[in-house]
């Protein structure tokens, strides 16, 4: 059950419109809102059933627009991975904006995506792939986030593995979020790949990385639970 809250309303004229999922991201969240917010002209947030505080974190951040909230916590979660994302994406596509970003609450970007996004090259794609690295903890920077500290360049090292995500797209009808464990839409056209992308969830702590072993390895069947058992 998916439960719709309307915070404030923008204008018509919404030029970029963040989109955020998370589930019990108090710790992060409202650094995460304040550095989306630097892009975004407005933020709708997917609650997946959030045990924190972390809806009214969202509520009362000056840039979020609506909180959809999952008041059900279903346990077959590579079917909820698309089902969320779809919902997050109609909710978003009434407001009218001309592009959306899709963001995790544990990722930090890195480049000028507005200047580029109102650029005569951004005119004739269609969506943009970006480039994400694994922040690590390692023996000389592996003490905990704490609650206040800006996340990006947290740590000093990422991984060398590279992943470019389809975070960015034009807000166009035909967008859809399809299959099972969909966590990129299906976007027709021109793609490009730009900016960066810190990606924190293997590195705010050892308790955070336990836990989110435990979460996989839980919720989640092969080849995931294996992996993060």
Not at 109 to 116: K, P, S, T
Request: net charge negative; hydrophobic share 35%; charged share 30%.
């Amino acid at each position: 059950i998916v439960v719709a809250t309307v915070i404030r309303m923008n204008g018509d004229s919404m030029f970029l419109l963040g989109l955020i999922r998370m589930r019990n991201e108090s710790l992060i969240l409202e650094d995460t809102l304040d550095h989306l917010s630097h892009y975004a002209d407005g933020l709708i947030i997917f609650d997946d059933a959030s045990s924190d505080n972390s809806v009214e974190i969202a509520e009362r951040h000056p840039k979020v627009l609506e909180v959809l909230k999952n008041t059900y916590w279903k346990l077959e979660r590579l079917e909820e991975e698309t089902r969320h994302r779809q919902i997050l994406l109609e909710a978003a596509q009434k407001h009218r904006p001309e592009w959306l970003f899709y963001s995790d609450c544990d990722e930090r970007f890195i480049g000028n995506v507005r200047e580029f996004l109102s650029s005569d090259e951004a005119s004739t794609i269609d969506g943009v792939r970006i480039s994400l690295f694994d922040a690590y903890m390692t023996p000389d920077d592996y003490r905990p986030y704490t609650s206040g500290r800006k996340l990006l360049n947290f740590r000093k090292y990422f991984g060398p593995e590279r992943r470019d995500i389809l975070m960015l797209w034009k807000n166009q009808p035909a967008v859809r979020f399809l299959g099972v464990d969909a966590r990129e839409p299906v976007v027709g056209g021109q793609i490009r790949t730009r900016f960066f992308c810190q990606h924190y969830g293997k590195s705010l702590s050892e308790g955070h990385w336990k836990e989110t072993c435990d979460y996989y390895s839980t919720y989640f069947p092969e080849p995931y639970r294996s992996k993060w058992a």
